[in-house]
């Protein structure tokens, strides 16, 4: 009988939950505007504000954004209604879509496309 080490386990683990984000982020990525990349995270949202922010010693970027899915494995729940992000480094925006270009996937199919079921009444 070979037995896993936790390490081997864990690596598993972390493996799973990496190919399990890049699914979801395919799955995601039709539905958003942009693509908002900092130094410490990839996020995808319909709305967002850059500001430069000078300041003597440390000049900083704020991005505040609305109807984001940021790419963070750890949390359970990876959509946000709002979020605010302060970063001494480079920050990059992405258009993904033009302005007035609907997504063209509807919630059933993101949810066929990420494995899951909208319907309560499921059980199978």
């Not at 410490?40 to 991005?63: M, Q, S």
Request: glycine content about 4%.
């Amino acid at each position: 009988m070979i037995r896993m080490s936790h390490l081997d386990e864990l690596d598993e683990h972390e493996a799973d939950l990496e190919l399990r984000i890049k699914k979801e982020y395919a799955a995601v990525f039709g539905l958003f505007r942009y693509c908002v990349l900092t130094q410490d995270a990839t996020y995808l949202c319909n709305k967002y504000d850059l500001e430069f922010v000078p300041r003597e010693h440390y000049p900083f970027f704020r991005v505040v954004m609305e109807d984001v899915w940021v790419w963070d494995k750890n949390r359970p729940s990876r959509m946000l209604p709002r979020t605010e992000v302060f970063t001494t480094a480079d920050v990059t925006v992405e258009e993904l879509r033009g302005e007035g270009d609907e997504p063209s996937l509807t919630p059933e199919a993101l949810a066929e496309r990420i494995g899951e079921s909208l319907s309560a009444d499921d059980d199978s």
